[in-house]
């Protein structure tokens, strides 16, 4: 099987050290190019994640996006620039990963999505209780009453 090459742009979401260090434990899976940081995740990086990163290639967002070959992106910025890097992933026709919520506006979180169906890309947006089996449980409980 092909190695999917994949890189991580941002270190501001709650759950930027979890996703790269599961990236980096699945390197049967993941050819990890590298990760760029975004403006304020200096401080992030600086104070709990340093751990996370050290093995890992530092790039720009330029060199990322430009990358031979890359396949995928994960999106692991602040909330608030979430949607701005996915949307440019699309554009360069990147599957991606994006952590939650999806935005804080409407218009783009619709422009992403649109993006994403018109290059028929596969996206897949964070949830961690999606898959929690006492969630699940509850849920075929509520639906069978």
Not at 64 to 73: E, H, K, Q, R
Not at 105 to 128: A, N, P, T
Request: with cysteine.
């Amino acid at each position: 099987m092909k190695k999917i090459k994949i890189a991580q742009i941002g270190a501001g979401h709650d759950h930027a050290t979890a996703a790269i260090s599961t990236l980096k434990l699945q390197s049967d899976i993941y050819d990890l190019v590298g990760y760029a940081f975004v403006d304020g995740d200096e401080a992030v990086y600086d104070n709990n994640s340093q751990w996370a990163y050290e093995d890992v290639k530092r790039m720009t967002v330029d060199e990322i996006m430009n990358y031979p070959g890359l396949d995928a992106v994960c999106i692991e910025t602040e909330d608030r620039r979430l949607s701005e890097y996915a949307i440019m992933a699309a554009e360069k026709s990147l599957h991606i990963q994006m952590d939650k919520p999806g935005s804080e506006s409407d218009e783009d979180f619709d422009r992403l999505i649109d993006l994403v169906k018109q290059k028929k890309l596969v996206f897949h947006m964070g949830y961690m209780y999606r898959y929690n089996p006492v969630l699940i449980d509850l849920l075929e409980k509520v639906k069978s009453g």
